[in-house]
Nanobody, 120 residues
Framework: QVQLVETGGGLVQAGGSLRLSCAAS????????MGWYREAPGKQREFVAQ???????KYADSVKGRFTISRDKAKKTVYLQMNSLGPEDTAKYYC??????????????WGKGTLVTVSL
C-alpha cells in the first residue's frame, strides 16, 4: 500500500514563507513524477507544481517565481518552498505522485493534504 504524507502546512502572514514536504512510502518500484495541487475553499483543485523523474519541473503561472519544487530521490520526498505568500495562496495542499508498484504501473496517488492559511 502506497502512502503520501504531507507536512509543513500552517498559518503564516502575507509575505512570509512555508516549506511543505511529502514523503512517499510503500511498495514503490519507481516514481515517474511527484507534485502539488491545492484546493481553496469553494474552488476546484488546481495544479501547483510538478517534478518529473528526470528532474524537469513545471509550475502554475500563479506561483512561478515564488514557489520552488525540489526532491530527495533517496528519501522519496518532494518539497515545495513557498515564498512571498499571499491570501490567494490559502488552500489545502495535496501531494500527488505517479508511480509504479508491484501491482500497478503508472498509478496516481494522493496524500490527505496539509492546510496553508495566509493572513493579512
Amino acid at each position: 500500500q502506497v502512502q503520501l504524507v504531507e507536512t509543513g502546512g500552517g498559518l503564516v502572514q502575507a509575505g512570509g514563507s512555508l516549506r511543505l514536504s511529502c514523503a512517499a512510502s510503500g511498495s514503490i518500484i519507481s516514481i515517474n513524477s511527484m507534485g502539488w495541487y491545492r484546493e481553496a475553499p469553494g474552488k476546484q483543485r488546481e495544479f501547483v507544481a510538478q517534478i518529473r523523474s528526470a528532474g524537469s519541473t513545471k509550475y502554475a503561472d500563479s506561483v512561478k517565481g515564488r514557489f520552488t519544487i525540489s526532491r530527495d530521490k533517496a528519501k522519496k520526498t518532494v518539497y515545495l518552498q513557498m515564498n512571498s505568500l499571499g491570501p490567494e495562496d490559502t488552500a489545502k495542499y495535496y501531494c500527488n505522485a505517479e508511480l509504479s508498484t508491484i501491482e500497478q504501473l503508472g498509478a496516481n496517488f494522493w496524500g490527505k493534504g496539509t492546510l496553508v492559511t495566509v493572513s493579512l
